[in-house]
């Protein structure tokens, strides 16, 4: 059961990637094109998931939405591994009074409810890719922010460290050279983890309005456009959201497939 | 009293934290008061005229300082579009919203605690597969999922409950689902693994082999000691439920603290959005300090260190 659900899970992220990359060769449709005559249109055999509130194709919609889906939550969850790793590998040399300062500021981003934050910032324009981005990044770096440091410091404590200090090794040379590539490991499992929770708070955000409103091509903004016609015709809405559920979870499979797996001595022992 | 020292000082330094955050981030925010109030039908010349009257400026020492006195004497001021005042509307929505989270709490805790016993009690069974999946698959449902599927099956297929409004009982009952759900499954995986992991530990063994009914030992001393990372995840999933919240009430047109958010947001007024996130915050921040101190009462071996 857990080896079949880890093999759906990979090849179904494989085609995502792949839909992502060329959505033209998954649907002959124009994602955009309006056709009033087709206003929330049940399925038929040319339109296989039926059509919009504004006579849109669905499965041309979530087709084309897939990029922005995918490549926000694995932009976001770089960027919120990268920020904390940088911080903290430069706090990991200097004093206790910076380190006490670092923490003091993951703490104050971490008392933002997740997307408290996130709300805040997309508010500060229409909305649109790099806005979602923006705010995603700096509401969720914090959430990493100890653990990457426990990482780090355990490495940094270790013996070889110290040789590699006492060989006359810089600070520069430790961290890259020694450090980094012995917690890359738990950062690709982290990785894959956070992608799925990134694309969840994503499109939380485009289904409170905040990317770019109900046209936005993005699944979340597919289920807040689809909101207002609920009960005219449900699955409009229900489509977009369960796709992002299907994907979240695939994600989550991989993520904790390769946590069991390839868990590394190190993550295991600050268990 | 020297046990609230330190819990106390961290909660000072947050809030003056999220105070400095709020307004940096407030502050950059070009879309305009003035054009939410007036339209979009404004020259530019008045509309300088009228930035200068109602003394609206970005990144201002003197603005800053008034606008922190402000937020710690619980003084929000008038909303700048429709002039009422925020205090009132505020206390309401409050009331409201504590009310969903608390019932969303109680959902929280009963099925993840409930059936977290219960998946270790059956563990390796068909069962405990069963939970497996089903968590696995709430962990990666976001919250609208929830709040769209609950509402299409009660309300609109069934009509047994209401799909929006927020003056009875009855109008809770779906939002505080949508919001529970999804940290249930949180904590019902947490609760199992660690139960699972005291269940394996000498001391129980011990008090098995002393002839104590498998429920006293289960509930007294494997639950008992997997209380502390419980607490913590609740904790954590404390502002999940916040976000949970925002998502609920937008469903479900649920006059809290969530729509007022958004309400601020899509007008553009400050003053709510500073509000309503300062309170938000602050009742996260409350919620910390109380689990920080249930700490040293669920565990006594963290007194003795303190």
């Not at chain 1, 894959?192 to 990134?198: D, H, P, V, Y």
């Not at chain 2, 010349?45 to 006195?69: A, C, D, T």
């Not at chain 2, 008038?78 to 409201?96: F, H, L, M, Q, W």
């Not at chain 2, 439920?241 to 609920?248: N, P, Q, S």
Request: proline content about 3%; aromatic content about 12%.
């Amino acid at each position: 059961m857990k080896k079949f659900l880890f093999i759906f899970s990979f090849f179904f992220l494989i085609l995502l990637i792949l839909v992502a990359i060329a959505p033209n060769l998954f649907t002959a449709q124009d994602p955009s094109l309006q056709n009033l005559d087709l206003i929330l249109l049940e399925a038929n055999s040319e339109h296989i998931l039926g059509c919009d509130w504004l006579g849109r194709d669905i499965w041309s919609r979530l087709i084309f939405a897939t990029r922005y889906t995918i490549l926000s939550g694995m932009l976001v969850s770089f960027l919120t591994l990268l920020i904390p790793l940088l911080l903290s590998g430069y706090v990991l040399f200097r004093g206790d009074f910076i380190n006490n300062v670092y923490l003091q500021i993951v703490d104050t981003f971490q008392i933002f409810p997740p997307l408290l934050l996130a709300i805040l910032i997309s508010a500060r324009s229409d909305g649109g890719f790099l806005t979602i981005v923006t705010a995603l990044v700096l509401s969720g770096w914090a959430a990493n922010g100890r653990l990457i440091r426990a990482y780090l410091l355990e490495i940094k404590n270790r013996d070889f460290v110290l040789v590699a200090y006492s060989l006359g090794a810089s600070d520069f040379r430790i961290f890259f050279k020694h450090i980094l590539p012995n917690v890359i490991s738990p950062l690709i499992i982290l990785f894959s983890l956070r992608t799925g929770m990134m694309i969840l708070a994503e499109s939380t955000l485009n289904f409170l309005g905040l990317g770019g409103g109900e046209d936005a091509l993005s699944w979340g903004a597919m289920v807040y456009g689809g909101k207002q016609f609920i009960g005219a015709n449900f699955l409009v809405s229900l489509y977009p959201a369960t796709a992002i559920a299907l994907t979240v979870f695939c994600f989550q499979v991989l993520g904790e497939h390769l946590e069991t797996k390839y868990r590394p001595k190190i993550s295991g022992r600050l268990k | 009293m020297r046990l609230l020292y330190k819990p106390l000082l961290r909660v000072l330094s947050t809030v003056v934290g999220v105070v400095i955050l709020t307004y940096f981030v407030m502050a950059s925010i070009p879309g305009n008061p003035i054009f939410s109030k007036y339209d979009k039908g404004i020259s530019q010349e008045e509309l300088n005229i009228k930035l200068k009257s109602e003394k609206i400026s970005v990144f201002n020492v003197q603005q800053f300082l008034s606008y922190g006195k402000k937020l710690l004497l619980f003084d929000f001021g008038k909303s700048k579009i429709t002039g009422e005042n925020i205090n009132d509307e505020i206390a309401i929505r409050v009331y409201n919203t504590f009310q969903l989270t608390v019932f969303a709490v109680i959902i929280f805790l009963s099925l993840g605690l409930g059936l977290g016993l219960l998946g270790a009690l059956f563990s390796g069974s068909f069962l405990d597969q069963l939970f497996k999946l089903i968590t696995a698959m709430f962990m990666s449902t976001p919250v609208f999922w929830f709040g769209l599927v609950l509402m299409i099956v009660f309300s609109l297929q069934l009509s047994i409950l209401p799909a929006s409004g927020s003056d009875t009982f009855v109008h809770l009952i779906l939002p505080a689902f949508t919001i529970g759900l999804r940290p249930a499954a949180f904590l019902q995986r947490l609760v199992q693994s660690r139960i699972e992991e005291a269940l394996q530990s000498p001391f129980v063994q011990v008090a098995m082999s002393k002839g104590l009914s498998p429920n006293y030992v289960l509930i007294h001393h494997a639950l008992r000691n997997a209380l502390i990372p419980i607490v913590t995840i609740i904790a954590l999933e404390f502002s999940q439920l916040m976000t949970g919240a925002v998502v609920a009430e937008t469903i479900f047109s649920y006059k809290g603290i969530g729509t007022y958010i958004l309400q601020g947001i899509n007008s553009r007024d400050y003053n709510i959005i500073l509000a309503t996130v300062y309170v938000t915050c602050l009742f996260v921040i409350f919620i910390n300090l109380i689990l920080d101190l249930t700490y040293s009462w669920i565990d006594p071996r963290l007194k003795e260190e303190n």
